[in-house]
């Protein structure tokens, strides 16, 4: 009776042992469910507008960019150490929030207030076809008073762009003061940008 007790003892006391396993192998899943979850909830937490700059406080980075055309001015970093605010928009033809923001920038460049501070708005063209910006901007109207023809992006990343729109706000003597990210409507404007470049000038 004994010998025949011994196995029953020596099953329960084995049983546990791999069902421990199952559970050791969840718990790598269940710290990446939960990191995932983390990054998540950081990534569409607040306004993806006010996305932190690691240029904002410091000088926009040097850089010089040929013009869409010949007869029509370029962009260099020297454009935005003026003694005005300058607001530096990134944009593209093949960037669908861009045309839907392209409106507001109209209305913003054509803002007697602005034009009478010495407030000027400018363009990047972001890793697109010189042609192709041309053509957007005869078709759709052209609120800048200079672009330069970023092809390579190289400019862009200097800048920290995350996508195209993006608007930084820049001082007289060439310091980042603000970064938009994202297509600007009237609201924005009137309620971000506006008061925005309004610090910029003091």
Same mark, same amino acid.
């Given at each position: 009776?004994?010998?025949?007790?011994? &196995?029953? +003892?020596? !099953?329960?006391?084995?049983?546990?042992?791999? *069902?421990?396993?199952?559970?050791?192998?969840?718990?790598?899943l269940i710290v990446f469910a939960a990191i995932a979850a983390l990054l998540l909830v950081r990534l569409f937490a607040g306004d993806d507008s006010r996305l932190p700059s690691a240029?904002?406080?410091?000088?926009?980075?040097?850089?010089?960019? &040929?013009? +869409?055309? !010949?007869?029509?001015?370029?962009?260099?970093? *020297?454009?935005?150490r003026q003694g005005h605010v300058t607001l530096v928009n990134v944009f593209a033809s093949w960037c669908v929030?861009?045309?839907v923001e392209h409106p507001a920038l109209l209305s913003l460049s054509q803002n007697p207030t602005l034009?009478?501070?010495?407030?000027?708005?400018?363009?990047?063209?972001?890793?697109?076809?010189?042609?192709?910006?041309?053509?957007f901007l005869?078709?759709?109207?052209?609120?800048?008073?200079?672009?330069?023809a970023d092809t390579s992006g190289d400019t862009g990343i200097q800048f920290g762009v995350y996508g195209v729109p993006e608007t930084y706000i820049v001082k007289g003597d060439g310091t980042v003061a603000y970064k938009f990210v994202g297509p600007m409507d009237d609201d924005a404007i009137?309620?971000?940008?506006?008061p925005e470049i309004e610090k910029a000038r003091r």
């Open positions: 009776m004994s010998e025949s007790s011994e &196995p029953s +003892l020596s !099953a329960e006391t084995d049983a546990p042992a791999p *069902s421990r396993r199952p559970r050791l192998i969840l718990v790598p240029l904002i406080g410091k000088d926009v980075p040097h850089f010089t960019l &040929p013009p +869409l055309a !010949a007869g029509h001015p370029g962009l260099s970093d *020297s454009d935005l929030p861009c045309h034009a009478k501070e010495g407030v000027s708005l400018v363009g990047i063209a972001y890793k697109d076809n010189s042609e192709n910006v041309r053509r005869n078709a759709a109207g052209d609120p800048f008073a200079r672009v330069g009137a309620s971000v940008i506006l």
